[in-house]
């Protein structure tokens, strides 16, 4: 049994204030009849669940057109209009999204960018859901640095068919209009080809990553050193002396101290505010468990990379 302490997990929480279902439809005149079936049966769902979700659709041809819907809906947001975006249309890994019939094509940078203006607005509560091959790169979008783009993000990780799209989202929808619960109708009916990314999740597991590999034992002793060359490489001393050098490190050994400002920094920025319910001592508990992780996986590599070096026992 390892010895390799367990912590605590935490709690995402998936309620988001919505209060309406926007389909941003782009495709080609050829291909509209299952996404017309499927907002007509979305449609209906409305009428028949009698629920205070809205629900519209927006057709865009091209890249400018997409823009201007999305600039459109930010502002609406700032009245406290709460979308859900459906996104509608043709994607790729590398490129981005396919705009039709116009062909233009938004990256996932650029479209990630556009989402974030909302976002901040709906203060990190916007839901995107990608009826879209490849979908799930836009969480490769996301910056500690920056808005999230998203809260929530519903997406197909690689291709998917179109018929997935039209047996599950008419569902997908129905059991949210009925309970509210967005992780609840997730679990009942796109579980199995989507994946629902939690930005927080995201975030929170970033910042446990890299506090485990920079921030304890020898992944901070290089980091501290790889600090130190990056700042004096960028000072203007062309030889630093000994106590420059030594200064150097005092300030790098104590910037790189886990600490609150930077913690509530990434918050107020990256999850604009929003309560994201765990703290700083649950990154370092949760770092310290994957270092440990990390250092008995290099050791059982080493020990193999050893044994294989040796020479076979002589048969007796």
Known sequence: MSNTPRPNRIELNYTIEASAVVWLRSLPEDELGPSIRMVEDIQTAVIATATSFSFSEIVVRNRTELLDALRLLAERCVSGFR???????????????????????????????????????TQNNLCCVFGVCFGLTLSQSLDLFKPTPYFLTIAPENEVLVGVLEDHFPCFYKELFRTKDIADAFDAHLAQHFKCYHATKLIFTSLVEFHAVNLIGKGLIEFRENMVSLVENLSKYDVPSKQQLANTRKVV??????????????????????DPGFGLPEIVQHARVRRQKMNQKKKAQDKRAKAGRLPRAKPV
């Open 253 to 274: 050994k104590e910037t790189l101290r886990p600490n609150q400002f930077f913690f509530d920094f990434i918050v107020e920025r990256c999850l604009i505010g929003r």
């Open 83 to 121: 979308p859900i975006l459906h996104f509608d249309c043709h994607g790729n890994r590398e490129d981005g999204i396919l705009l039709a019939p116009s062909g233009d094509i938004m990256s996932w940078n650029e479209l990630a960018d556009a989402l974030s203006e909302i976002n901040v607005v």
